[in-house]
């Protein structure tokens, strides 16, 4: 079995400041982690990836993500938030080699970003 | 490079007609996936497809959802016949192979509004 909680639905930062999502997981399996990015009326874009390679994963758009196995985490970070960043935040795991339909989605994190 | 394209963006139709939904995944993609979002459930997987074969249907909610997908560059999802409680943002997915490692890659969505 496998699960993914995202543990802030609402984060709220100032234009130039950091943004922290939290991204807990837990699994049977060594899983493969993802977070996606979904603005309004769009699909789901993928910012990065965890695939059991280097802890530290860099995406697009200035985000990085660290794999945390003692402390079951995958939390998404940015130095610097940009207006054009606010969007909803999706923590996504696949913890079943090789299968496709065990994708867990989280609830998802909605960033806004203050002038 | 196309990505997941899907038809129509939006679409408003009368409880009790016959709802089409679209979908072209990213050439070369052996999976494609239909998921259904709404505020209520999130996202939720639908049906999927290995090599235009129906893998895993379980998602699908009742008898009056089909899912078809005659060739590797096209599917549809459709409603017969649609009720108000259809209405959702209906998001195609395609991804390379079934493996773990793999992130789907999803479309801008169809959002569905049955009156």
């Known amino acids: 079995a496998q699960s993914v909680t995202q543990l802030d639905s609402h984060v709220s930062v100032s234009e130039g400041t950091p943004v922290l999502l939290r991204c807990n997981y837990s699994?049977?399996?060594?899983?493969?982690l993802f977070w996606y990015v979904q603005h309004p009326n769009k699909g789901l874009q993928l910012l990065l990836k965890?695939?059991?390679?280097?802890?530290l994963v860099k995406g697009i758009n200035g985000f990085e993500a660290e794999f945390k196995k003692s402390e079951t985490s995958f939390h998404l970070t940015k130095p610097s938030a940009h207006m054009s960043d606010a969007a909803e935040y999706f923590c996504v795991v696949i913890a079943a080699p090789g299968s496709a339909r065990q994708l867990t989605f989280g609830s998802g994190t909605q960033l806004t970003v203050l002038p | 490079d196309a990505g997941v394209i899907q038809s129509p963006r939006h679409e408003v139709t009368e409880m009790g007609q016959e709802v089409t939904l679209r979908c072209k995944p990213i050439?070369?993609?052996?999976?494609l996936f239909w998921y259904r979002q709404t505020m209520m459930r999130g996202l939720e997987l639908l049906i999927y497809f290995n090599n235009n074969v129906p893998i895993d249907d379980s998602g699908m909610p009742e008898d009056r959802f089909s899912a078809k997908m005659p060739n590797a560059s096209f599917s549809t999802l459709k409603i017969q016949p649609s009720e108000p409680r259809d209405s959702a943002v209906y998001f195609c997915a395609s991804s390379l192979n079934g493996g773990s490692n793999q992130p789907q890659h999803f479309g801008d969505g169809t959002r569905l509004s049955i009156l």
């Open positions: 965890y695939t059991s390679a280097a802890t």
């Open positions: 699994s049977s399996y060594s899983p493969s």
């Open positions: 050439s070369g993609h052996d999976y």
